[in-house]
């Protein structure tokens, strides 16, 4: 591809994943979003729960079983000039650490807030991973078609709760059953939630941002009000400043029903307009290697396996993160500078997978591996060596002991244990005095899964016993001394051999670091 045309498709990508709290309205945000790039042609075929219509990006039987999607897939597609790619955070029981290593991957997030619930627990989670990434950030107060909180309100608790200003886009006219319209800050027009003619959707505004003095909707109470709320923001509120957006300080507001389709396009036409395209980034040398750079590279940020139950694939999820991808390419692996032929690579669509054409810096990739790879791995094309940083490390809240069932499997059990904990679907730890196997999960799907996959793949049927929730806190080994580990916490190593404390829980800590005051804890993330 030619430097000018290469800088043009980069600069038409929009790599983003949705941040959200179970129920939020993810899933719905993102069919509608489908349905704009025509990829789906009726919503409720990406998470069909009632109809039971799964998606073929369910690929494993406990999914099925379960009705949702262990790990993250990625959706994309075109809309207007933009090539979008979304990368899904698995947010039900299946939260995982594939869902935090997702966020590395993307150069912008959406934050979806239901409001009537206004930030909960996942979301604050994944914000604080965004947030450290020093991403854009951009929110949608959902389910406005139902009554919620006030938007002040709302707009306050971004600020409270995670430390980020707000800036509205968009005031609601209304909620629920009262629900008129948006007033459009930005464009300065209002939209109505119910036009008799699509022609008639957007009502424009005077200088002063009023109606006509003639128009109907001025001797409505709600439009009365929404204008004096509109003054107060314009009055008191964030102004909108970009350089702020652009380091995730500020995040844009808009409001909208998910459901009823509203608010979601203006949503997304402002999104691909405000959200940045790919950007350089930082290599280990310090060098900074723009996205436009002839050179391919990218990083492994997935490792999934066996997504089709009939043969034994794995696949490393790549994203680029410079120059452009052909299939059949020759490539170094940046870790063993071995050589490779990129022969086999996939593209994902919502339910289909198919080969790669074409894909650019920002896009993602799957790459058919035999073992290669390893998550954080960097590929490059070319002579000049490129390595990106390393991925941050999530700390397990929950914590499993295994063993095998059979002592006569015990080596296809370590096998299997090796490969899934490399594919960094768990965490795993030995405990200091046995020696015994502990896992460590993000979230508790991922047990069950490991389980499954322990029978159906290395045919070893493995014994599980919670030790529950527990706080992994390290430790500098010059400072440990084993007799420091009681009843209440439990000493073990992870796989670089450091030791660490899994506290029973935060008392369990505050006591051990009254004891050790000289003892410094760390927690990963
Ligand atoms: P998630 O992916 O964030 O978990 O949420 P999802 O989109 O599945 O939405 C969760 C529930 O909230 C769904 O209802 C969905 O229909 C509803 N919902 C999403 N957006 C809106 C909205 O703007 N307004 C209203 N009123 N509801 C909304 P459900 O009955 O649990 O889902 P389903 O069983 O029909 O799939």
Redesign the pocket.
């Given at each position: 591809m030619k430097p000018e045309s290469l800088a043009q498709e980069v600069a038409q990508r929009r790599t983003f994943a949705i941040i959200?709290?179970?129920?939020?309205?993810?899933?719905?945000?993102t069919e509608q979003m489908l349905l704009f790039g025509g990829v789906i042609r009726s919503a409720g075929t990406v998470?069909g729960?009632?109809s039971g219509n799964y998606a073929t990006s369910d690929w494993m039987e406990i999914e099925k079983k379960r009705g949702i999607s262990v790990t993250s897939s990625v959706m994309e597609f075109n809309y207007h000039d933009k090539h979008i790619n979304i990368l899904d955070t698995p947010?039900?029981e299946d939260f995982s650490e594939d869902t935090y290593r997702t966020l590395m991957a993307v150069d912008a997030a959406v934050m979806?807030i239901d409001s009537a619930k206004g930030i909960e627990a996942q979301t604050k989670k994944l914000f604080k991973v965004v947030k450290q990434r020093g991403i854009p950030i951009f929110t949608f107060m959902?389910?406005?078609?139902?009554d919620g909180r006030e938007p002040l309100d709302l707009i306050g608790e971004l600020e409270d709760l995670l430390q980020i200003e707000g800036c509205a886009m968009n005031w609601p006219m209304g909620s629920g059953k009262n629900l008129v319209g948006l007033y459009d800050l930005y464009h300065n027009q209002i939209e109505l939630y119910h036009a008799d003619q699509p022609q008639e959707r957007f009502l424009p505004l005077d200088e002063q941002g009023h109606l006509p003095a003639d128009h109907p909707l001025t001797h409505d109470s709600i439009y009365r009000q929404t204008l004096e709320e509109v003054g107060l923001i314009q009055a008191a509120g964030n102004p909108f400043d970009q350089a702020k957006i652009a380091q995730g300080e500020q995040t844009p507001v808009f409001f909208?029903?998910?459901?009823?389709n509203f608010g979601v396009q203006t949503f997304l036409d402002e999104f691909i307009k405000m959200a940045p395209a790919p950007s350089a980034h930082q290599l280990v040398d310090g060098r900074q290697l723009a996205a436009t750079d002839d050179q391919f590279s990218g990083f492994v940020f997935k490792i999934q396996a066996n997504m089709n139950p009939k043969h034994r694939d794995r696949i490393a999820f790549v994203r680029i993160g410079s120059g452009e991808f052909e299939p059949g390419m020759d490539v170094t692996l940046q870790r063993t500078q071995k050589s490779l032929r990129l022969n086999n690579a996939t593209e994902f669509m919502s339910d289909q997978r198919e080969r790669v054409k074409k894909a650019v810096a920002g896009d993602i990739v799957g790459l058919y591996d035999t073992g290669n790879f390893q998550i954080g791995d960097t590929l490059y094309s070319g002579k000049t060596a490129i390595e990106y940083p390393a991925l941050p490390q999530f700390t397990p809240e929950l914590f499993m002991e295994v063993t095998a069932k059979n002592v006569m499997k015990q080596k296809s059990f370590h096998k299997g244990m090796q490969q899934l904990v490399q594919e960094g679907a768990v965490q795993l730890y030995r405990s200091y005095q046995t020696g015994d196997y502990i896992l460590g999960a993000v979230g508790q799907l991922q047990f069950e899964v490991f389980k499954f996959r322990m029978q159906n793949e290395y045919n070893t049927e493995v014994i599980m016993k919670p030790i529950g929730s527990r706080i992994a806190r390290w430790i500098d080994p010059e400072q440990l001394d084993p007799k420091m580990s009681s009843s209440r916490n439990l000493l073990v190593k992870d796989m670089a051999d450091q030791p660490l404390f899994l506290f029973e829980n935060q008392f369990a800590e505050h006591w051990f670091q009254e004891k050790y005051p000289q003892v410094k804890l760390t927690a990963k993330l």
């Open positions: 959200s709290h179970p129920d939020a309205g993810k899933t719905t945000i998470k729960k009632k947010g039900h979806v959902n389910k406005l078609d139902r909208g029903s998910a459901l009823t």
